[in-house]
């Protein structure tokens, strides 16, 4: 059974910072393409992606401040985020599948659910950055 677990998420201060971790299990993590999307009110975001080839992804306002990357022993995803604002406050989630990145990201009314190739979600992990 396929499964992603997201820890780290948490409360934090504008400015600051915090690393989100997805533990994951039961399909090749080595061939499938892994993602960070979050649940903002109505609607989820892609945040990052990182492609099984090493291609790259990075929501506009996370550019320079957020870095995805993977630990294929441990089998584990990791966003470290830095320069946190209010806006970054959602439900983190992530997910594995294969990414077409040829097309642009449109959005969905909710993470969690298959979309985008996005075909295994972990249950996400709440971040609030708030003074």
């Known amino acids: 059974e396929e499964q992603l677990v997201e820890s780290g998420g948490g409360s934090v201060q504008p400015g600051g910072s915090l690393r989100l971790s997805c533990a994951t299990s039961?399909?090749?993590?080595?061939?499938?393409?892994m993602g960070w999307f979050r649940q903002g009110p109505g609607k989820c975001e892609l945040v990052s992606m990182k492609?099984?080839?090493?291609?790259?992804y990075y929501k506009d306002s996370a550019k320079g401040r957020f870095t995805i990357s993977l630990d294929n022993d441990k089998r584990t995803i990791y966003l470290d985020m830095t320069s946190l604002i209010p806006d970054d406050t959602a439900v983190y989630y992530c997910?594995?599948?294969?990414?077409?990145?040829?097309?642009?990201?449109?959005?969905?009314?909710?993470?969690?659910?298959?979309?985008?190739?996005?075909?295994?979600w972990g249950r996400g992990t709440p971040v609030t950055v708030s003074s």
């Open positions: 997910a594995a599948g294969y990414w077409p990145h040829d097309l642009p990201y449109r959005g969905a009314n909710s993470c969690g659910q298959v979309h985008y190739g996005m075909q295994f």
């Open positions: 492609g099984s080839d090493g291609r790259l």
């Open positions: 039961g399909f090749p993590f080595d061939v499938l393409d």
